[in-house]
């Protein structure tokens, strides 16, 4: 005699709704501030382009991407809502 014995896996993503919308928003900000970095270079290698040195660039910028990981990390750590 065979017993079988039917076993039912509920599939479930690792991480919440709310988690996800999270990540999306840390992910934003990341890719913004990665945006408002690039540039400000020049064509000619003998001109200088005094707009690298813009506080969007140099303050702004670096500031969205660690907030933006920072956001990432409390997605992560955020608990899923039990229904």
Known sequence: MTLY???EHKKEFLFG???YKIMGVGIALITLGFILMSGGGSDDPEIFNPAIYNPVRIRLAPALVITGFAVLVL???AFK???
């Open 75 to 77: 997605a992560i750590l």
């Open 5 to 7: 014995i039917k076993m």
């Open 81 to 83: 809502k039990k229904s």
């Open 17 to 19: 709704k709310r988690s």
